[in-house]
């Protein structure tokens, strides 16, 4: 049985609650960089008729395909979506937009070519937007694709944000099961910049079968193979999501999320190396069991310390007082290569 068989069974297994058509996913304002500047956020996540690749099986560790629409929602329905998203920044007076659809914002399936210029020439409209994200896969990311961006967003700063995960093909493919090859990222990220647009590369730490030491290590290597074609690097802890495939061997004690000591580890390494290069990490979930975390008494501390260096890009934010947990994770890199990535302890 293929891993995507796997996935798939498991994605058909789920009961999924049906949501309203004229709704996003979710919106939330936040902060991030722009130009080594803070810049108020919008992210937006629009609930589309799906990821194709999470139709057809999917990623290992994600759950945002159980997010897509039960019926397909309309032209006007997505619209309205941008409308009751954009309310949430009704009080910022410069911020950026950060679009979502747990799937590709360039797949025309999703997002029909309409609707991209309805969104897009909205926002260029817009006096307050400054910067516009698009999160979309590789194979969408086309010189025609791009160029259509440009043109209905004008003069506005554009960048493309794609889940690369892993430069090693072999762990996206055996681990992660994420449908498309290193070159494919490293073509869509030309043809993006060709055409004066910047690119956001999204890695994860600790997919399914490394050990913490094999996946602190490849985050590392990762960096500097992508580094050539990126502008930004957001390092994503991975965590248990429901109906996924990281959740059933979770369940079953066969995976640990990763441990905070690494990703600071990982910062401070690859910053150290690119040091005019912006690496952030949000440490979804951490501190929680389904997260990644240390102990009780320090995962809070620690994930504060990642955020606050990720909106900074200052290093000494990362020297966090050491903790008794931290000879824990030294030994954890130094023993579970012998358990092929099964958890020594949690």
Same mark, same amino acid.
């Given at each position: 049985?293929?891993?995507?068989?796997?996935?798939?069974?498991?994605?058909?297994?789920?009961?999924?609650?049906?949501?309203?058509?004229?709704?996003?996913?979710?919106?939330?304002? &936040?902060?991030?960089?722009?130009?080594?500047?803070?810049?108020?956020?919008?992210?937006?996540?629009?609930?589309?008729?799906?990821?194709?690749? &999470?139709?057809?099986?999917?990623?290992?560790?994600?759950?945002?395909?159980?997010?897509?629409?039960?019926?397909?929602?309309?032209?006007?329905?997505?619209?309205?979506?941008?409308?009751?998203?954009?309310?949430?920044?009704?009080?910022?007076?410069?911020?950026?937009?950060?679009?979502?659809?747990?799937?590709?914002?360039?797949?025309?399936?999703?997002?029909?070519?309409?609707?991209?210029?309805?969104?897009?020439?909205?926002?260029?409209?817009?006096?307050?937007?400054?910067?516009?994200?698009?999160?979309?896969?590789?194979?969408?990311?086309?010189?025609?694709?791009?160029?259509?961006?440009?043109?209905?967003?004008?003069?506005?700063?554009?960048?493309?944000?794609?889940?690369?995960?892993?430069?090693?093909?072999?762990?996206?493919?055996?681990?992660?099961?994420?449908?498309?090859?290193?070159?494919?990222?490293?073509?869509?990220?030309?043809?993006?910049?060709?055409?004066?647009?910047?690119?956001?590369?999204?890695?994860?730490?600790?997919?399914?079968?490394?050990?913490?030491?094999?996946?602190?290590?490849?985050?590392?290597?990762?960096?500097?193979?992508?580094?050539?074609?990126?502008?930004?690097?957001?390092?994503?802890?991975?965590?248990?999501?429901?109906?996924?495939?990281?959740?059933?061997?979770?369940?079953?004690?066969?995976?640990?999320?990763?441990?905070?000591?690494?990703?600071?580890?990982?910062?401070?390494?690859?910053?150290?190396?690119?040091?005019?290069?912006?690496?952030?990490?949000?440490?979804?979930?951490?501190?929680?069991?389904?997260?990644?975390?240390?102990?009780?008494?320090?995962?809070?501390?620690?994930?504060?310390?990642?955020?606050?260096?990720?909106?900074?890009?200052?290093?000494?934010?990362?020297?966090?007082?050491?903790?008794?947990?931290?000879?824990?994770?030294?030994?954890?890199?130094?023993?579970?290569?012998?358990?092929?990535?099964?958890?020594?302890?949690?």
């Amino acid at each position: 049985m293929s891993l995507n068989t796997t996935v798939l069974e498991i994605r058909n297994r789920q009961r999924v609650k049906p949501s309203p058509p004229d709704r996003p996913c979710a919106a939330w304002a &936040g902060v991030d960089l722009l130009d080594g500047c803070k810049v108020d956020t919008l992210t937006i996540i629009f609930r589309t008729s799906g990821c194709w690749w &999470g139709k057809a099986g999917g990623c290992t560790m994600c759950g945002y395909v159980y997010d897509s629409a039960q019926t397909p929602p309309s032209n006007a329905d997505l619209i309205k979506q941008l409308g009751n998203a954009m309310t949430k920044a009704s009080g910022f007076d410069l911020f950026m937009v950060k679009i979502f659809t747990s799937g590709s914002f360039l797949d025309t399936r999703e997002i029909p070519l309409e609707v991209r210029h309805n969104i897009l020439s909205s926002l260029e409209e817009d006096p307050r937007v400054v910067k516009v994200l698009v999160e979309t896969r590789p194979e969408f990311v086309t010189e025609e694709a791009i160029k259509d961006c440009r043109s209905s967003l004008k003069d506005k700063a554009f960048e493309i944000a794609t889940g690369l995960e892993t430069s090693s093909d072999l762990i996206r493919k055996e681990s992660i099961n994420k449908g498309f090859t290193f070159d494919d990222f490293k073509r869509a990220a030309r043809i993006a910049r060709d055409d004066d647009a910047t690119v956001k590369t999204y890695l994860m730490l600790k997919p399914l079968f490394l050990s913490e030491g094999q996946a602190l290590e490849d985050m590392v290597r990762s960096v500097r193979d992508a580094a050539p074609y990126s502008d930004t690097f957001s390092i994503n802890l991975c965590n248990i999501q429901n109906g996924t495939f990281v959740e059933n061997l979770w369940q079953r004690g066969q995976y640990r999320p990763p441990w905070l000591w690494s990703i600071v580890e990982i910062l401070k390494r690859t910053k150290q190396e690119f040091p005019d290069m912006v690496i952030t990490s949000d440490p979804v979930g951490a501190g929680s069991k389904r997260g990644p975390h240390n102990c009780k008494e320090c995962s809070r501390d620690v994930a504060d310390a990642i955020r606050q260096f990720s909106i900074t890009q200052d290093i000494s934010c990362l020297e966090v007082p050491d903790c008794e947990c931290k000879d824990m994770w030294e030994c954890v890199l130094q023993l579970d290569d012998h358990t092929f990535g099964a958890p020594i302890t949690d």
